[in-house]
């Protein structure tokens, strides 16, 4: 069976344009018993959407459960299980072995084994396995060759990171953020306290001349795709369920391509696949512990900010043929006379100029400065519906 892309969501939208991007699946949060706090996260409702949209597509949709219980949520996490069984999703993500053995006790939905519980041998595998579990997502810190041996000696299903955020302790361990902020890292609150900026202090004197951070470098696995598909891992996971709509699009589009280009034995270099993501990368990247050797230049920050950047500039709403005019909705400023690239699902990269720009009230300008605003341009290629404009890298 072909390895699966699996994107994060952090809404109805995202979950959509993951998937219609290139993503096999998506894994999504509900409002309940899911860590990310600050996602929007779905209602039930939201989920049987989602879960709808993606079947029609044959594609799947995994749910987050991925909380530490206290024994007050016993009945809410029996209930909850038993409505997103009913519903139809694919699947649970799951940390606590509570909640492991609840899922094989009232349902017989797929759970997979959350990057939290920090997997990182064949035995703790073998554990999991034997209490239900059908897929385990490994721990984050380990190489290639290690996902290699640990594929080679299971039966179990393997989910392998490769996109991404990176925890500066191990996956699920840390507790920075607590103690920082007082905002609760393992309960969906984490306030990356590890990637401000730092000062050092020796008998209350500042040493340092430079602030630093000890946040590590996102994870950027494109080198490795091709290994992990040879090795038979189950499932290529991205991080980001707090991600726009252009990051997953993007994101998966780009990582649908290098892996539908190692199945047709077409691999490119990986500079061609950088491209394809053009600007979503903000933050310095490095393979993570997937090479097995592991430097601070590998893995820490340095003094480079990580402000998103304004390369998202619209999506398509509509385009008229006989007029060969789009309708976009701005995301961000662009103006009359730049070079943009078109990003569609299921098609090369193109490029077009924009030579007018026709405002909300029809008026004809030179700038696009209003984000959300319905916005008219020129365009001589043939464009659909949630087709995405950015900046030409």
């Known amino acids: 069976m072909k390895t699966e892309l699996l994107m994060p ?42 879960v709808e949209f993606a079947h029609k597509l044959n ?10 219980p206290r024994e007050s949520e016993k ?59 059908n897929r385990v997502v490994l721990a984050r810190e380990l190489s290639i060759d290690e996902i290699k041996y640990i594929k080679e000696n299971t039966d179990t299903e393997i989910e392998v990171f490769i996109h991404g955020g990176m925890c500066s302790g191990f996956s699920g361990r840390c507790t920075l953020s607590n103690y920082m ?12 306290s590890c990637r401000w900026s730092y000062d050092i202090y020796e008998d209350d004197k500042k040493i340092n001349t430079e602030t630093f951070k000890i946040g590590s470098k996102d994870l950027c696995a494109i080198s490795y795709i091709k290994d992990m598909i040879d090795a038979g891992v189950d499932s290529l996971k991205v991080e980001g369920r707090m991600k726009s709509i252009s990051y997953v699009s993007t994101i998966a589009y780009t990582y649908r391509t290098l892996i539908d280009d190692v199945y047709n034995n077409s691999v490119k270099d990986n500079e061609y696949y950088l491209n394809l993501m053009g600007e979503q990368v903000n933050r310095s990247a490095s393979d993570g512990f997937l090479s097995g050797h592991i430097s601070n230049e590998q893995t820490l920050y340095a003094k480079e900010s990580s402000e998103a950047t304004q390369a998202f500039y619209g999506i398509v709403l509509d385009y008229d043929k006989d ?17 943009v690239e078109i990003l ?32 008219t341009i020129n365009s001589n290629i043939e464009l659909n519906k949630h087709d995405i404009i950015r900046r030409l890298k």
């Open 9 to 50: 969501a952090g809404n109805l939208e995202k979950l959509k344009y993951s998937l219609m991007y290139g993503a096999d699946a998506v894994y999504i949060g509900g409002k309940v018993l899911s860590l990310r706090a600050q996602a929007s996260n779905f209602t039930l409702e939201d989920i049987k959407e989602g």
């Open 181 to 192: 902020s007082r905002r609760d890292a393992n309960g969906g609150g984490c306030a990356h």
């Open 59 to 68: 594609k799947k949709v995994y749910i987050t459960v991925n909380v530490i």
């Open 344 to 375: 569609s699902p299921g098609k090369p990269i193109r490029v077009s100029t924009i030579e007018y720009i026709i405002n909300s009230d029809g008026v004809m300008v030179n700038e696009a400065t209003h984000a959300l605003e319905k916005v």
């Open 75 to 133: 009945d809410l996490i029996k209930d909850y299980l038993e409505s997103l069984e009913k519903i139809g999703v694919d699947g649970i993500i799951v940390s606590s072995p509570a909640i492991l053995y609840m899922a094989r006790t009232y349902t017989k939905i797929h759970v997979s084994i959350s990057t939290q519980a920090s997997v990182t041998n064949l035995s703790a595998i073998k554990f999991y396995a034997s209490l239900g579990a």
């Open 323 to 339: 007029k060969r005019c789009v309708l976009v909705e701005v995301r961000n400023f662009f103006k009359v006379g730049e070079k």
